[in-house]
């Protein structure tokens, strides 16, 4: 009896020692490994409760009229990292950090500043406004992006296609360490169309020896239009 | 109990690098019936490989004997250089058989699975889930 209950105490210490190895290798992540090249493994949306506003807009969601991807322009960061085959690129320096988003060719700068707020920051994406000013701040080895002064208009086109936004909206990003996995925590807050904060998970690989490379897209090669007939 | 242990581990991953297919695919998923495919064969009258989606176009003839553009979407550019995809071996002029996932909307679209070739080489999409499982082991992949 002795010996079964010795065994039985055994194992559970194994699991929890397992358990606690692979928790501490979490919690282990620096955030120098943020640096890097990464590619998307998943990503995972929380619990979408839509304001009637909200429910309306994206009833009304028609992708090829409504899609801006077909015009070339990225819609929002939540939009970027929901494009599953482009990297991204992050890379930290003293007071700022760029994340270097292949799709779209964005390429975003965050500012580092000790009591800089969102409002304050320069755009994020010189070429892209619409996407608004953010401010990073470091939390023990978590990156913490808050944005704010975005562009009324779409939101998504992919995780939660006709999703719209406006521009009350304000969304902070989580970037966490992993050794060669990270990820990204972005919550939505939008009193306009979201009932309850939004949340979306993205996980990453870190992609070794990775190069962001020229997206390069035209808006005559990318537009719905040129399946059409006589539209060439 | 570490070899179970282990198992898990991997089933877990396994599941996680799984899961992440649905997504990888779910704009071509919403635009391409993927319950569906089609051969469709043709001359190549173009070939763009270009982001956001390479293109073929195909020069099909109708049993009357006319003849009509059937397009072809593919992976973006930069997925297929990274997947390296021998795509040079599609040639302008060549005679294909292209299989594709149908489009929900549109008669003469498509989306890319296999090409097979004059030479009956046969190119196949792996798609992106495949080439990040390939990141994930240290492997290389061709498709």
Excluded at chain 1, 120 to 145: C, F, N
Excluded at chain 1, 180 to 208: A, C, E, G, N, W
Aim: proline content about 6%; aromatic content about 10%.
């Amino acid at each position: 009896m002795n010996r079964i209950r010795f065994a039985r105490w055994t194992c559970i210490i194994e699991i929890a020692a397992a358990l606690l190895i692979a928790n501490g290798a979490y919690a282990a992540g620096k955030r120098a490994e943020l640096d890097g090249v990464w590619i998307l493994l998943r990503a995972d949306i929380g619990k979408l409760q839509l304001t009637p506003a909200g429910e309306k807009l994206r009833a009304a969601y028609d992708f090829q009229k409504d899609d801006p991807d077909f015009q070339c322009k990225p819609a929002s960061f939540t939009r970027i990292m929901h494009t599953p085959s482009p990297p991204i690129e992050v890379r930290q320096h003293q007071d700022y950090v760029e994340i270097n988003y292949e799709f779209m060719d964005v390429k975003r700068r965050v500012p580092i500043k000790k009591g800089l707020t969102a409002k304050e920051a320069p755009y994020a994406v010189r070429e892209h406004p619409h996407l608004g000013k953010s401010a990073g701040q470091y939390e023990g080895e978590t990156l913490v992006i808050d944005t704010e002064g975005q562009k009324a208009g779409v939101l998504d086109t992919l995780g939660v296609p006709g999703l719209y936004q406006s521009d009350q909206i304000r969304t902070v990003e989580k970037l966490i360490p992993d050794g060669d996995k990270m990820q990204i925590v972005v919550t939505h807050y939008d009193p306009v169309y979201l009932v309850q904060p939004l949340t979306v998970t993205f996980s990453y690989l870190r992609l070794p020896d990775g190069k962001i490379m020229e997206w390069g897209c035209k808006p005559e090669e990318a537009t719905f239009e040129r399946f059409l007939p006589g539209t060439r | 109990m570490y070899r179970q242990f282990a198992a898990a581990t991997m089933m877990v991953t396994f599941l996680f690098l799984n899961c992440a297919e649905g997504l990888a695919h779910h704009s071509v998923a919403a635009n391409f019936d993927q319950s569906k495919t089609l051969d469709v064969t043709g001359k190549v009258k173009e070939f763009e490989i270009r982001n956001p989606h390479s293109q073929i176009t195909l020069e099909v003839t109708k049993p009357d004997g006319g003849v009509e553009d059937f397009y072809v979407e593919w992976s973006d550019k930069n997925a297929l250089m990274r997947r390296t995809v021998p795509v040079d071996k599609i040639r302008v002029g060549d005679k294909v058989t292209i299989n594709v996932n149908p489009s929900r909307r549109l008669p003469n679209l498509g989306y890319f699975r296999t090409a097979t070739l004059p030479d009956g080489t046969v190119l196949k999409d792996c798609g992106f889930a495949a080439y990040r499982e390939s990141v994930a082991k240290g492997t290389k992949i061709t498709c």
